[in-house]
């Protein structure tokens, strides 16, 4: 099968491997109908995360199941299935306690033997291992382009929203509105707030944020903290979801809050080093709650919304390219030239 696959921070070649196969009774094969690139996949293509070379890269896929192992009960052959970015088992402490972002055997789909060994998603095909816990059916009127984001940066937006605490007439702001982002504008909307400011610096980011139902506010041309403040009678935003992943965005995010309100940080950190400002996050009686996303808790939920017409995550994908363009798709997207780039093996 053709796959994108790790050579060196950089180096992302499509190449030729060899199918996977059936391991567990209660893994199911899955065809790839469609792969996309992510935000973290740049962590590892500028070598941020170690990766064995060869590793088949790539976690975000929906697709058509091919085969299941005889423990295998809610899925068959020919349904069509979205997978968690992450595997989990399903019996350990944190599973049972639904905290399956923290399962003792998380495996993470794309990021080599470091992370579980998985294969990944920018493939023809791909093992999901206990298949009725990490696949979820996709309904019949949700597409595969509506489903994949249902998998990873949905939830990643759906979690941020709901840690932010959200309640009816609030204001909430956004920082940093990539994918992510623009995904935590779509599901704050759900929590009824009286308006959601998305701040950014690029042209392209806050117009779809507009579209999206967003107040745009530009960071390069005004200080966003001021602009939130001028809105909210000089307090700040309720909530605000932080999904940058810079120190400098988690500062701005603590400067737009207003006092006693709450921080919910999504984005995945690209540096580890900086001042966390504990003193203003206990001076000023904020909450401030940060994570990944608990994915398995939201996949039905978010494909029921999506079924029902209230979230339209497809409308961030700029560009669909075969899989093997990925190399092209990798610079592009690198360079900040496309919003999303979906992949069809
Ligand atoms: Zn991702
Ligand atoms: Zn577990």
């Not at 059936?22 to 962590?43: F, M, N």
């Not at 590793?55 to 058509?64: C, F, K, Q, R």
Request: glycine fraction near 12%; include cysteine; hydrophobic fraction near 40%.
């Amino acid at each position: 099968m053709r796959a994108v696959t790790f050579h060196g921070v950089g180096d992302f070649r499509v190449t030729e491997e060899p199918k996977p196969e059936l391991v567990g009774p209660a893994d199911a094969i899955v065809r790839i109908t469609l792969g996309a690139i992510c935000g973290s996949d740049l962590h590892i293509y500028h070598g941020r995360v170690p990766l064995d070379e060869g590793a088949v890269l790539g976690h975000e896929l929906v697709g058509v199941v091919e085969g299941v192992g005889p423990d295998v009960r809610t899925v068959q052959p020919g349904d069509r299935v979205v997978a968690s970015f992450f595997a989990a088992c399903g019996t350990c402490y944190q599973c049972r306690r639904g905290w399956w972002a923290q399962c003792e055997e998380r495996s993470i789909f794309g990021h080599g033997t470091y992370f579980g060994g998985l294969g990944g998603a920018q493939a023809e095909y791909c093992v999901v291992p206990r298949a009725d816990l990490n696949l979820a059916p996709i309904p019949d009127s949700v597409t595969d382009e509506q489903a994949i984001f249902a998998g990873d940066i949905l939830a990643t937006g759906l979690f941020a929203a709901e840690r932010g605490g959200i309640r009816v007439g609030d204001t909430v702001a956004v920082i940093g509105v990539g994918p992510v982002g623009l995904m935590a504008v779509m599901c704050a909307q759900l929590f009824g707030p009286a308006r959601v400011f998305a701040v950014d610096t690029v042209g392209s980011r806050l117009g779809l944020a507009a579209d999206l139902g967003a107040t745009p506010v530009d960071a390069h041309a005004v200080n966003p903290q001021v602009e939130i403040q001028r809105h909210t009678g000089g307090f700040g935003a309720d909530a605000v979801l932080e999904c940058v992943g810079q120190v400098a965005a988690i500062q701005t995010a603590i400067d737009c809050v207003r006092g006693g309100g709450t921080v919910s940080s999504v984005g995945v950190p690209s540096e580890l080093t900086g001042d966390f400002p504990y003193f203003d996050v206990w001076n000023r009686d904020l909450t401030f709650r940060s994570g990944c996303t608990n994915v398995h808790a939201y996949l039905r939920p978010l494909l029921d919304l999506i079924a029902a017409g209230r979230l339209h995550p497809e409308r961030i994908i700029s560009h669909r390219m075969p899989l093997d363009e990925a190399v092209e798709a990798y610079r592009m997207f690198d360079r900040r030239e496309a919003t999303k780039i979906v992949l069809r093996p």
